[in-house]
């Protein structure tokens, strides 16, 4: 059973930077493609970004493009986020997500959670 495991959350100011990871486990890494989501209080869950099975593409939701920065290392069995520029826009739990083969990045078609880290961007 794929367990997915984020942290690295915290609380920063405007401006700032955290960097997030995910550790995947019970499964074969290098088949599953690679997200992050989030969740702001009384929002919908909504794609941040998202990497290809072999790392090779990368996809970024119109919010973060250009200040966030997606990778995965296949032989750690992990995937970052690194956030820079934050704004109090981006608070929100930050979920990985996974899903085999697929670059769809729909909420409904990811496979496996992660339970979430919470990050807060004060102004």
């Known amino acids: 059973q794929v367990q997915l495991v984020e942290s690295g959350g915290g609380s920063v100011q405007a401006g700032g930077s955290l960097t997030l990871s995910c550790a995947f486990s019970?499964?074969?890494?290098?088949?599953?493609?690679m997200g992050w989501f989030r969740q702001a209080p009384g929002k919908e869950r909504e794609f941040v970004a998202g990497?290809?099975?072999?790392?090779?593409?990368?996809y970024y939701g119109a919010p973060v493009k250009g200040r966030f920065t997606i990778s995965r290392d296949n032989a750690k069995k992990t995937m970052l986020l690194q956030m820079n520029s934050l704004k109090p826009e981006d608070t929100a739990v930050y979920y990985c997500?996974?899903?085999?083969?697929?670059?769809?990045?729909?909420?409904?078609?990811?496979?496996?959670w992660g339970k979430g880290t919470l990050v807060t961007v004060s102004s």
């Open positions: 990497i290809g099975w072999s790392g090779g593409r990368t």
């Open positions: 997500a996974a899903v085999q083969y697929s670059t769809t990045w729909d909420v409904n078609d990811m496979r496996y």
């Open positions: 019970g499964g074969i890494f290098d088949i599953y493609s």
